[in-house]
């Protein structure tokens, strides 16, 4: 284990080391313009999303938005049918979770997956209606819609199925998502400073029973292989975004472990603070301005790569299998 964290450090100390050496070369190359005697600070140019390089022409306006609606109901309903089990019940289930806790449904990593789940659907569809010719806080206020449908078709699809119930607290933290995504949407100030991000590694007990088109495929309930990450982008920070720091994330770090998983001995939930690598604006400044580079730049500001640096970590509970209701 200790070995593992002194990887973790000295790879990243060689990246800084790098970093800074590609920082000097690129100040040294660069012949300095003398600067007037008041200067504005232009910040770092991030994509704040997609829209920023791909748009669509107004003749394909309607059959990207069609898309649009037919895409996510769709999706919704298939992947419900294959891996939740929706309408193998006639009858409508309330069944409330507990939200919180070392008893909680799969250590709460199930309800923060409903609350990214649904800021990334708020958010695609944000990019379409803004791509397609909306101006800003319209298309915020269409994507926040439609994700709420979206997220409303999967909670009352549970209700109707054998294997779960509608549970009250999926629509909270589904609803605290969109919000999220509204405020990143509507604010590309905030958007270049922060971001909210999963991580996924297959567990070993996912690889071992992996079936294709069955729930031992569902890698969206594949709990004990995620984390869920509140990260501040250093290199979105006024005058920081200057340095090498720029690419430096800060994480905050939720994850729980065992839950419905034997390769564990405990039931474990834990919060972290860790240094990860803002591989968004890595790729923003290796790839030349178009399609790829906001692509990248765009996926790794919703996908955490894993095996970041944490750097100081707090056991919020640990319980026995056997002691664990599930």
């Known amino acids: 284990m200790k070995n593992n964290m002194y990887i973790k450090y000295i790879v990243t100390?060689?990246?800084?080391?790098?970093?800074?050496?590609?920082?000097a070369q690129a100040e040294k190359e660069e012949p300095r313009k003398e600067e007037s005697a008041v200067t504005e600070y232009q910040p770092v140019?991030?994509?704040?999303?997609?829209?920023?390089t791909f748009t669509f022409d107004e003749s394909n306006r309607t059959p990207v938005r069609v898309g649009l609606y037919i895409m996510g109901p769709a999706f919704v309903t298939v992947w419900g049918l294959v891996e939740w089990g929706y309408f193998s019940r006639y009858e409508f289930k309330m069944d409330p979770s507990d939200p919180w806790g070392a008893r909680a449904l799969d250590g709460t990593?199930?309800?923060?997956?409903?609350?990214?789940?649904?800021?990334?659907?708020?958010?695609?569809?944000?990019?379409?209606?803004?791509s397609t010719g909306d101006s800003r806080l319209r298309a915020n206020l269409r994507g926040a819609v439609y994700s709420e449908l979206v997220t409303l078709l999967l909670e009352v699809g549970d209700g109707y199925s054998t294997k779960y119930g509608f549970d009250p607290w999926d629509v909270v933290y589904n609803n605290a998502g969109i919000l999220f995504g509204f405020m990143l949407d509507q604010f590309p100030v905030l958007d270049r400073m922060f971001a909210f991000q999963i991580e996924w590694v297959p567990t070993k007990t996912f690889r071992k029973d992996f079936?294709?088109?069955?729930?031992?495929s569902d890698i969206t309930t594949d709990y004990s292989g995620q984390k869920i990450l509140f990260v501040t982008k250093l290199g979105g920070i006024p005058y920081v975004s200057r340095t090498p720091l720029r690419y430096v994330n800060v994480d905050l770090g939720y994850f729980s472990r065992g839950y419905?998983?034997?390769?564990?001995?405990?039931?474990?939930?834990d919060v972290?603070?860790?240094l990860s690598v803002n591989f968004s604006i890595a790729f923003g400044d290796l790839l030349p301005v178009g399609y790829a580079s906001s692509t990248a730049q765009t996926v790794f500001n919703y996908i955490h790569v894993p095996?970041?640096?944490?750097?100081?970590?707090?056991?919020?509970?640990?319980?026995d299998h056997r002691d664990q209701v599930h």
């Open 109 to 130: 990593q199930d309800k923060f997956g409903h609350a990214f789940g649904a800021y990334l659907t708020k958010r695609m569809a944000s990019f379409v209606y803004r």
């Open 260 to 269: 419905a998983n034997n390769e564990f001995s405990h039931d474990t939930r």
């Open 13 to 23: 100390i060689i990246i800084l080391c790098m970093s800074s050496t590609v920082y």
């Open 211 to 216: 079936k294709s088109l069955s729930e031992k």
């Open 307 to 319: 095996y970041d640096l944490e750097v100081k970590k707090w056991r919020l509970s640990s319980v």
């Open 45 to 52: 140019k991030l994509p704040v999303n997609m829209y920023d």
């Open 272 to 274: 972290y603070v860790g």
